[in-house]
């Protein structure tokens, strides 16, 4: 046993021990010698139990008790039969376990849980395995720390870890060490190699840059694990292309497939292996990308089929252009590295991806691509841009002006609060109806019913105003109850009946069936006051069969319910609706444009005449942006016509009427500077050139090599990234990454030399993404993209002995013993260390009693008779005779104290009298008898009497 202090510094008080055994030696006392030397002892050791306690006194013992900590690899690479493995062996180890043994559960994967706490638990606790872990990698090292703070104190520690040894994770080794050194004993027990018939694509690889028409090779290697045979099946964009039968030997097969393109752009390669009895279907995917080319491509998002105008304009002036519809928009974010610029012609937000507006978003701020919006009924405000990605990049602002000769609208809209809009869909409601307010001007009037069941007023119709009304009654929409539109709609449609307003607006939300009633009436009552009718099918449950004839005989327009997939897409649908109804997204009054003082000076309108030009039919409406944004074109209403900005990197235009058609045919009959170009025509080639030349890279990046080297670890991957410049580097490199679903991360690379920087980014998403490198003032260094290839967790099969056998090799390690060892004591018994400042302190307060007694105590007199120990106890009748005789002796003192008491009395002196005054002599009084008292009474007694006599005589 030895003694330890958490505070010694409390011990130098021990020297103040000498001067006070000196004081309270020389202290008098009328304490006796023994006494005394008692008090001094006590008193010695309560001080020294004080200086004890303040020094934190502990003492260390050893104790054999242990916690086992069983920590059971999950992850999908174990295979086969593994849970049951695990479990046996643990019931087979609690076997040998001692009651006072303490025993826990762990499980890990790519993260770790406790599925049993550690505790003294009984066998029958050992149910199944219910904690959810992440399967897809074995991060062995972090569950090694997160074990390592399972167990509780003084205890010996043991952490038997159950795996197959394929960590994805590097560090295991050292962090076992580091274990050891901690005093936590570590066993590796490794799982069956399960014969688990298997084939794996470990590696597809493509060339990154091809030449157009140059032959090239893909690369696939497939791994098998008691497989013959499997069907490698390749895509091409999307497409099928090539369906193979191979032949299979265990282990690695490499297989070569040729390949040839013509068409310049990006590629994206898919390969997919299928194999009868194959047990993991993960593993057998593979994706690549590649370049053909370096020629820049200028998307033309359309809605219909057909090149349209302007892609035989843009192909005649020697721009590659491609007309793409909003579901052939490439969804791999690699596949845009090769695309200078996107015009959107005639689609509305609602046709196509929120995730790939993200993507364009991040690729015009951060990769420099240019974009383009052109005006149409499906565009700009009509087109329902507002809170979209899209909008903070146009020049432009969308939140519209509205003229004052716009005439004044009515809406009322009615909004399905059923139970089956609690949650997630009741709170998007409520931000539509918000949203769809906020595009009418403060004198349009606008209501809002909330139906179940039964329909009530939520905002009250009347006039907009600033919005706050509107915004208060709308939050208090909550869901619950039934589903009945009639009442709601007839309300409506009662409400608009009686009011004056020349645009009259019904939006119909619901997300369910609704119940049977004469609707065509009503429809014929809002025909009659020119009450148009839409509706929103939210949800997969609602009846579009109904609210498609409700919307058709209603003369509106019907939104389904693949419209709203996508959360914050149906604020989007209850804009369109209303800025359509309501006609306020397009000014189709004829009118001029005439240049800005701004566009006189910009090379845009270089050379162009707009003196003589005829007038627009139509445009859409929005309104001026400050900032980088410039308005070149616009109306004697200062509506922007033609409007040009950056945003980032990227180069944007806004023109804001259509291509040629109704709107703008007669500037497209108009000739331009150019015999074989129309005004129009010119116009439209000077701004879509001005947004893709901000694609290039700038000449003091050309020559620069941006190279990526992917590894995967679980679900996501790191990126090695090199930046070779040609150029000194002036300082830091930030490094964007964009992966597939449009996530960005930017990190900082500190240059390892004058031309080079180098670093790691890590992806969350696996697939094909693009890296770009910029300086500090964001000038664009090289662009590049990249793969990520499939995960180490399913490129790895079978148990690795030899890795845990080497991980075993550590003090105290052990490697794949039997479960009846699991409990035998430990190698090292645990030092245990018990604080001593309680069992001080009581001592303390015992040592006061007892010093406190043999001072304050008294000793029986000298020669006063001790009682033996064996003599008889006095009689009962004994005592009784003692008290009778002391009663009689109290009894006597009461009859002879009145006669003493008078006597006294007559002693007491008297008024003064004259001197002649004659007095009779006293008489003296008898002289008491003696009594029982003792005789020093009585002798006090007589002492006063006589005292008294004298004063008398006097």
Not at 636 to 649: E, I, M, S, T
Not at 748 to 766: H, I, K, N
């Amino acid at each position: 046993m030895k003694l330890f202090f958490t505070r010694p510094l409390f011990l130098l008080l021990l020297l103040t021990l000498g001067p006070l055994v000196y004081y309270w030696r020389k202290k008098p006392t009328s304490l006796t010698s023994r006494r005394k030397r008692d008090s001094l002892i006590l008193r010695t050791l309560s001080v020294v139990s004080i200086v004890l306690a303040l020094a934190g006194a502990q003492i260390e013992s050893h104790s054999d008790k242990m916690t086992v900590l069983f920590l059971l690899d999950r992850s999908l690479s174990t295979g086969g039969d593994s849970e049951s493995f695990q479990r046996t062996y643990i019931s087979e180890a609690l076997e040998t376990k001692r009651r006072e043994d303490q025993f826990g559960v762990l499980l890990f994967g790519g993260d770790s849980g406790v599925e049993l706490p550690a505790g003294t638990h009984s066998q029958q606790e050992m149910g199944q395995l219910s904690t959810v872990v992440d399967q897809q990698s074995t991060e062995l090292t972090s569950a090694l720390r997160f074990a390592a703070t399972s167990f509780p104190g003084e205890t010996a520690r043991r952490l038997v870890v159950l795996t197959d040894g394929q960590s994805t994770e590097p560090g295991v080794k050292e962090q076992v060490k580091a274990l050891s050194d901690a005093g936590i004993e570590v066993w590796m027990i490794p799982l069956p190699d399960w014969k688990v018939k298997d084939v794996l694509l470990s590696r597809f690889e493509s060339p990154s840059e091809i030449a157009s028409d140059e032959p090239f090779l893909l690369r696939a290697v497939i791994e098998s694990n008691g497989i013959e045979e499997c069907r490698l099946l390749i895509s091409e964009n999307g497409k099928p292309k090539q369906d193979l039968t191979l032949k299979l030997q265990a282990g690695p097969n490499l297989f070569l497939i040729p390949q040839q393109r013509t068409e310049r752009g990006p590629v994206r390669y898919e390969a997919r292996v299928i194999a009868e009895g194959d047990k993991r279907q993960q593993n057998n995917k593979g994706e690549a990308l590649s370049f053909i080319g370096e020629e820049k491509t200028v998307l033309v998002l359309r809605k219909n089929e057909g090149p349209g105008s302007l892609i035989p304009l843009l192909r005649g002036a020697g721009i590659k252009a491609v007309a793409v519809q909003p579901h052939q928009l490439p969804n791999s974010v690699g596949a845009w590295r090769d695309v200078a610029c996107l015009i959107i012609e005639d689609v509305d937000s609602l046709e196509w991806k929120k995730r790939l507006q993200s993507i364009t978003s991040l690729l015009v701020r951060e990769g420099g691509m240019g974009l383009m919006m052109c005006g149409s009924n499906a565009t700009f405000g009509v087109g329902a841009y507002q809170r979209t990605p899209i909008e903070p990049l146009l020049p432009v602002n969308l939140a519209i002006r509205r003229p004052k000769d716009q005439p004044l609208s009515a809406l009322i809209q009615c909004l399905d609060k059923s139970g089956s809009m609690s949650g997630s869909p009741i709170k998007m409601a409520r931000e539509a109806a918000i949203a769809a307010g906020q595009t009418l001007s403060p004198k349009d009037r606008i209501g809002v019913l909330g139906f179940d069941s039964a329909a009530r007023w939520v905002v009250k119709f009347g006039p907009k105003g600033d919005g706050s009304a509107l915004t208060r009654g709308v939050s208090t929409l909550r869901a619950g109850g039934g589903t009945d539109l009639f009442p709601a709609f007839q309300k409506a449609l009662d409400t608009l009946e009686t009011t004056e307003a020349p645009l009259k607006h019904i939006i119909v939300l619901s997300d369910g069936a609704v119940g049977a009633a004469d609707y065509d009436k009503l429809l014929a009552r809002a025909n009659a006051g020119r009450v148009t009718v839409s509706a929103v099918a939210f949800g997969e449950g609602a009846d579009i069969r109904f609210l498609e004839d409700l919307t058709k005989k209603g003369k509106g327009r019907l939104f389904k319910s693949d419209q709203t997939t996508e959360g914050s897409t149906l604020a989007q649908i209850f804009i369109r609706d209303t800025v359509l109804a309501t006609g306020a997204g397009i000014q189709e009054n004829p009118t001029e444009a005439r240049p800005t003082a701004t566009g006189k000076s910009s090379p845009i309108l270089a050379g162009l005449n707009f003196d003589r030009s005829p007038r627009l039919k139509a445009h859409n409406l929005a309104s001026s942006k400050g900032g980088t944004a410039r308005t070149l074109l616009q109306t004697a209403k200062k509506d922007p016509v033609l409007a040009v900005g950056r945003a980032g990197l990227g180069h944007t235009v806004a023109w804001l009427s259509d291509l040629g058609g109704e709107w703008s045919k007669s500037w497209h009959e108009t000739p331009g500077p150019a015999s074989n170009l129309s005004l129009l025509e010119t116009l439209l080639l000077r701004s879509i050139r001005s947004a893709v030349s901000s694609n290039t890279l700038p000449l003091a990046a050309r020559g620069n090599r941006l190279t990526v080297r992917p590894s995967a670890q679980g679900d996501s991957a790191l990126l090695e990234v090199e930046l070779s410049s040609r150029r000194p580097l002036a300082g830091p490199v930030n490094v964007l990454t964009i992966s597939s679903d449009g996530k960005s991360k930017q990190v900082t690379l500190q240059p390892t030399g004058p031309f080079l920087a180098r670093g790691v980014v890590r992806v969350d998403d696996p697939g094909s993404g693009l890296v770009m490198a910029q300086d500090s003032s964001g000038n664009l260094l090289g662009r590049t993209n990249f793969t990520i290839p499939l995960a180490p967790e399913f490129t790895r099969l079978g148990t690795d002995s030899a890795a845990l056998k080497r991980w075993s090799q550590v003090p105290d390690g052990q490697f794949d013993l039997g479960a009846e060892k699991v409990f035998k004591n430990p190698q090292k018994p645990v030092p245990v260390r018990a604080p001593l400042g309680r069992d001080l302190v009581r001592g303390l307060l015992l040592l006061l009693m007892l010093e406190v007694a043999v001072r304050r105590l008294p000793l029986p007199k000298k020669g006063q008779r001790k009682k033996e120990p064996n003599q008889p106890e006095v009689q009962i009748s004994e005592r009784f005779a003692r008290l009778r005789a002391t009663k009689e002796s109290s009894r006597t003192k009461q009859t002879v104290q009145p006669k003493r008491k008078a006597k006294i009395e007559r002693l007491k002196p008297q008024a003064q009298t004259p001197k002649s005054t004659t007095t009779k002599p006293t008489t003296p009084t008898a002289k008491p008898k003696p009594t029982a008292e003792p005789e020093s009474s009585q002798e006090s007694t007589l002492a006063r009497l006589k005292e008294a006599r004298k004063r008398k005589g006097k």
